[in-house]
Nanobody, 123 residues
Framework: QVQLVESGGGLVQAGGSLRLSCAAS????????MGWFRQAPGKEREFVAA???????YYTDSVKGRFTISRDNAKNTVYLQMNSLKPEDTAVYYC?????????????????WGQGTQVTVSS
């Protein structure tokens, strides 16, 4: 079992930055691939970024070059650094964990989810 708690969301102007954190509890964090997803009002939950158990990362095209996912296995924490934010990045951001070493961009592939943190980017 893995429990996930996100933090770091908030209101920011376009062009600004935010850093999301996801603290995990449970013994299997280091062997889980981790992902960030987001869901805007009226839309389906969509993939943002993922990281394998080590250093391999993967991003959706719309955030490449602006967002960076990283993890600190010693702290059981995964991060999402978001720069050059745009109004279209506004959504609830969710952290997810997938048992196994390799990441996925599919919602269905993840076993555990956090409660979400709101990110609002004003124009």
């Amino acid at each position: 079992q893995v429990q996930l708690v996100e933090s770091g969301g908030g209101l920011v102007q376009a062009g600004g930055s935010l850093r999301l954190s996801c603290a995990a509890s449970g013994r299997t964090f280091s062997s889980c691939a981790m992902g960030w997803f987001r869901q805007a009002p009226g839309k389906e939950r969509e993939f943002v970024a993922a990281i394998s158990w080590s250093v391999y990362t993967y991003y959706t095209d719309s955030v490449k070059g602006r967002f960076t996912i990283s993890r600190d296995n010693a702290k059981n924490t995964v991060y999402l650094q978001m720069n050059s934010l745009k109004p279209e990045d506004t959504a609830v951001y969710y952290c997810a964990a997938r048992e196994g070493l390799y990441y996925s961009d599919s919602v269905a592939a993840y076993d555990y989810w956090g409660q979400g943190t709101q990110v609002t980017v004003s124009s």
